[in-house]
């Protein structure tokens, strides 16, 4: 295997060397991306389910079709995103021409996680490639039949001259780090996060942050207690709970969760029936260090639904504690199993100060039939995103941006977000070298009338002067 600074050596002189700035180019590898995933589908769902036990259905919804939509959008959309920005002028810039043009960065690290590993790889490369980039890819080595998958076949279907997989855990993607990248794109845990950006502060390289946290999800009293249990269990337990947007506990009053525990349990029983462990649609731990995790999260509070696991299968019941006290671990970090506490709350206020008084989380949700209810908790707190009245729905949304904010991370992507995150914004302004004479205004011998001249000029506003 090629040594990576060869590997980087490489992808940069095709970078210097334009290779990936024609658009042409680049929608010939978002054809091969899009080859890709038509051609080996049956292989990437099985790896999704020798990895996670992950069903088709799942697969197919959140892994493989979310892909292929990025890909079709970028290419329908390639020619437009890539245009050159006009923006408007202000007087003294009338017969010039303004625009953003959108350039690729240059070489960029894409590092990505475990629990969606085909998704969270591929939809940030449609951007970086989109966006007239080379790019490196780092998946995870903890989903290692999707990572076999992916260094494997994927350069087959992309030109290795831009592009590369490089494989490796916390050693090797640490000296990774050390060479220098023109843009990161990192998602997975904020402590790995801050080992990705002081690596990127040595080089000045702008980064990405998709982290994770805690989302905490609102239930109003005035709730069908049914509906809100349907639609929390399936985004709580759907990838076993391996998802960083899924709602992370319930707040709520005492009176609405005897009413939810009930609606839970029969929700959970409709979905996955009596045994989960024998439901083909109810996944397993990623790995032996997240299943002790996990277990070890089962003993705080008391257990209301669930609680029972097998360490043979990786497999933990979908569960729902209660009586949980802030104090407890389920309470000070991310879940990330099937595991839901609800804490009690006595009023809509003390939930909103609930959420403030902890890092801003990466998704918010709110459930009630008051419109006004939601809008109060979307307007007293921040998050990276916020669905009302259901789970993780706005990821559907490609027009939305997806990101978080503080602690759940920086920068946004999904979409025109995507094309917009790795490119470089460059403000360009192309002025004649004539009209010499209004231009000498600005030059000393300064005077108070030349500089009113020009600063109405300069006011942006100015530009639909009469006099032009
Ligand atoms: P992780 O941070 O352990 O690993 C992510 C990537 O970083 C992997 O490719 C891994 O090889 C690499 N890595 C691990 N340790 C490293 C080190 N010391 N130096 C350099 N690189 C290192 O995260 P994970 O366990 O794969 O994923 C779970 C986390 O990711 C959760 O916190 C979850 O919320 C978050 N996540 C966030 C999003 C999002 O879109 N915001 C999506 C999925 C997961």
Redesign the pocket.
């Known amino acids: 295997m090629e040594p990576p600074e060869d590997t980087l050596r490489r992808l940069r002189e095709a970078f210097r060397a334009g290779r990936t700035r024609p658009a042409e180019f680049r929608a010939a590898q978002l054809e091969g991306l899009g080859r890709f995933l038509r051609d080996n589908k049956q292989l990437l769902q099985d790896a999704l389910a020798q990895d996670l036990r992950k069903s088709a259905f799942e697969a197919e919804l959140s892994e493989i079709s979310i892909s292929q939509g990025e890909v079709k959008l970028a290419l329908r959309n390639l020619r437009a995103w890539m245009k050159d920005e006009k923006v408007p002028k202000n007087l003294a810039t009338q017969l010039d021409s303004a625009f953003i043009r959108k350039e690729p960065f240059g070489l960029v690290l894409i ?6 590993p085909l998704n ?1 790889t591929l939809v940030p490369l449609v951007g970086a490639l989109a966006a007239g980039n080379c790019v490196v890819l ?5 989903s290692k039949h999707m990572e076999k998958v992916l260094a494997e076949l994927l350069p087959r279907y992309l030109d290795q001259s831009c592009f590369a997989v490089v494989l490796g ?2 050693q090797e ?2 000296q990774l ?1 050390e060479n220098k990248f023109d843009y990161i794109f990192f ?6 996060g801050k ?2 950006m002081a690596a990127a502060a040595k080089h000045l390289t702008p980064v990405t942050l ?3 946290g805690k989302n905490p999800c609102y239930v109003h009293d005035d709730c069908n207690p049914q509906t809100v249990a349907n639609r929390v269990a399936w985004f709580r337990y759907f990838n076993a709970g391996q998802t ?1 947007v899924a709602p992370d506990y319930v707040l709520c009053s005492p009176e609405m969760q005897e009413r939810l525990l009930p609606a839970l349990q029969d929700a959970i029983t409709r979905f996955y029936g009596d045994d989960p462990r024998c439901s083909p649609d109810f996944g397993r731990i990623i790995s032996e260090k997240h299943f002790q995790r996990l277990q070890g999260l089962l003993g705080c509070g008391r257990v209301a639904v669930g609680g029972q696991s097998d360490a043979r299968e990786r497999y933990i019941a979908p569960t729902v504690l209660v009586d949980v006290q802030e104090t407890e671990l389920v309470m000070q970090e ?1 879940i ?1 199993g099937p595991i839901l506490p609800i804490v009690n709350v006595r009023s809509l206020d003390e939930a909103i100060d609930f959420i403030n008084q902890r890092e801003k989380p ?1 998704a918010l949700y709110a459930f009630s039939n008051s419109s006004q209810v939601v809008k109060r908790v979307l307007a007293g707190t921040s998050s990276g995103g916020f669905c009302g009245n259901d789970g993780f729905m706005h990821l559907s949304v490609n027009s939305l941006p997806f990101g ?1 904010v503080g602690a759940s ?1 920086m920068g946004r992507y999904h979409g025109k977000f995507s094309f917009d995150t790795f490119s470089h914004h460059r403000a360009c302004l192309l002025r004649p070298l004539g009209l010499e004479k209004i231009y000498a205004l600005r030059y000393p011998p300064y005077s108070p009338r030349n500089l009113r001249l020009l600063l109405t000029a300069m006011d942006v506003r100015s530009c639909s002067c009469t006099l032009l």
């Open positions: 590092i990505a996680p475990w629990n969606y969270l780092k998946p995870s080595e903890i855990g916390p993607t640490g780090l998602t997975g845990s904020p402590r790995v080992i990705v998709e982290l994770g960083c991310e990330f990466l978080g991370g």
